[in-house]
């Protein structure tokens, strides 16, 4: 079952110091916490809060070529967890055939604001998440215990 999910905040992990982008349940309390990296932070962050560059990102470069041949991203989907590692798909119409194509859940989210795009995420892959953020949590406390 796909959860429809919006970006409802781009935080900072004070671990890690790693950017984290939390995604929400629309109809939900649920979250999903994506750990990301510096550029993606920035590719996300320029479009919530508004920010333009003189030069195209590469984001809008993508966005860019999909209007220029009159196609359209209809959603992107977060659609698995393997080992720790998201994955996810970009639905594109193009010429009345939907195209799904294999993508990193960053580069997706950054497509998705850019076009106003839907935001799913498999039922089963936040269950997963919860274990994994849990299991980290559990580390975190036990490091501290230590020391």
């Not at 004070?14 to 979250?31: A, F």
């Not at 919860?130 to 299991?135: A, E, G, P, T």
Request: with cysteine; hydrophobic share 45%.
């Amino acid at each position: 079952m796909l959860r429809p999910m919006a970006i409802s905040a781009l935080v900072v992990d004070s671990l890690s110091n790693s950017p984290i982008v939390i995604l929400k349940e629309i109809d939900g309390e649920r979250t999903l916490p994506i750990w990301i990296g510096q550029l993606e932070a920035t590719a996300i962050a320029s479009i919530l809060q508004g920010i333009k560059f003189p030069r195209p990102m590469t984001h809008d470069l993508f966005k860019n070529i999909i209007d220029l041949i009159n196609a359209k991203i209809k959603k992107v989907e977060i659609c698995d967890l393997k080992d720790s590692i998201l994955y996810a798909l970009i639905y594109i119409n193009h010429n009345g055939k939907e195209i799904s194509l294999d993508a990193r859940p960053t580069d997706a989210l950054a497509l998705a604001l850019r076009v106003n795009a839907p935001i799913f995420v498999v039922e089963e892959v936040i269950q997963k998440a919860k274990q994994v953020v849990l299991k980290r949590n559990r580390e975190h406390k036990s490091t501290e215990k230590k020391n």
